[in-house]
């Protein structure tokens, strides 16, 4: 990411810089097929090394950006697809995710705030999925496919230095989907269910600390049925 300036604070002081943050990513992993092509594995392990790390914060009621501190980031990564028959197949994948923040730099922006066990954001420990879907031939009719889907998302934060209910503490959604498609036909209809658990998860949360005492959040939908139409041009 580029440096720049922090041109719009409102502050009689003289506006403030800060440096690019630059990463060195290093990845390794493996692609493979297995059982005459029918079960697809993939698999990695990373590890990101950051510097001159960006950050943001509220002072005198404007944002202000910044560089932080150096920082890493590393895991794994595991994906599978599975064709059961030649209609029913199953997907699958994990991930670890684990960061850590690092030499913070004296008088950055945030480095009073920043702690040892302090998370960069939206970047949960754990996350996996697991779906399986089946295809119904209906001859010259078409086909009719359903399918259903289990997410899974660790707790996690939406911003730096993870103020007070500023993050998310995970969640499990479930999905399903039924679509009927015609066999020459440029359309297809869907009927969905769409997070049947009815968790409430926040999408976004910040903490007014430094200008009022307050929090704001955008939160999921609930549970949800529908039908959809959709036409290829």
């Known amino acids: 990411k580029s440096g720049?300036?922090?041109?719009?604070?409102?502050s009689t002081t003289e506006p403030s810089s800060f440096e690019p943050e630059k990463i060195w990513a290093y990845e390794a992993g493996l692609k493979s097929e297995w059982l005459d092509r029918r079960l697809r594995a993939?698999?990695?392990?990373?590890?990101?090394?950051?510097?001159?790390?960006?950050?943001?914060?509220?002072?005198?009621?404007?944002?202000?950006?910044?560089?932080?501190?150096?920082?890493?980031?590393?895991?794994?990564?595991?994906d599978a697809?599975?064709?059961?028959?030649?209609?029913?197949?199953?997907?699958?994948?994990?991930?670890?995710?684990?960061?850590?923040?690092?030499?913070?730099e004296q008088g950055a922006v945030l480095a009073g705030t920043i702690r040892d066990d302090t998370e960069l954001p939206g970047a949960p420990n754990w996350s996996a999925s697991i779906g399986a879907q089946y295809t119904i031939p209906l001859q010259d009719l078409g086909e009719f496919t359903l399918r259903g889907d289990i997410i899974y998302k660790d707790a996690y934060e939406f911003r730096l230095p993870n103020h007070f209910n500023?993050?998310?503490?995970?969640?499990?959604?479930?999905?399903?989907?039924?679509?009927?498609?015609?066999?020459?036909?440029?359309?297809?209809?869907?009927?969905?269910?769409?997070?049947?658990?009815?968790?409430?998860?926040?999408?976004?949360?910040?903490?007014?600390?430094?200008?009022?005492?307050?929090?704001?959040?955008?939160?999921?939908?609930?549970?949800?049925?529908?039908?959809?139409?959709?036409?290829?041009?």
């Open 4 to 10: 720049g300036f922090n041109g719009r604070h409102l």
């Open 42 to 78: 993939n698999m990695s392990v990373f590890y990101y090394d950051y510097d001159n790390l960006q950050g943001s914060t509220i002072e005198a009621a404007g944002v202000v950006t910044g560089n932080i501190a150096t920082a890493e980031v590393y895991g794994f990564e595991m």
């Open 81 to 104: 697809l599975m064709l059961i028959s030649e209609n029913f197949e199953i997907n699958a994948s994990i991930g670890y995710l684990e960061n850590n923040i690092t030499n913070v």
């Open 166 to 233: 500023e993050g998310e503490d995970g969640y499990t959604q479930v999905n399903v989907l039924a679509t009927y498609k015609p066999q020459n036909g440029p359309w297809q209809i869907q009927a969905y269910g769409r997070n049947l658990t009815d968790s409430i998860y926040r999408l976004s949360a910040q903490n007014g600390v430094g200008f009022a005492e307050y929090i704001t959040a955008q939160f999921s939908k609930p549970r949800e049925w529908g039908l959809s139409l959709k036409v290829s041009f």
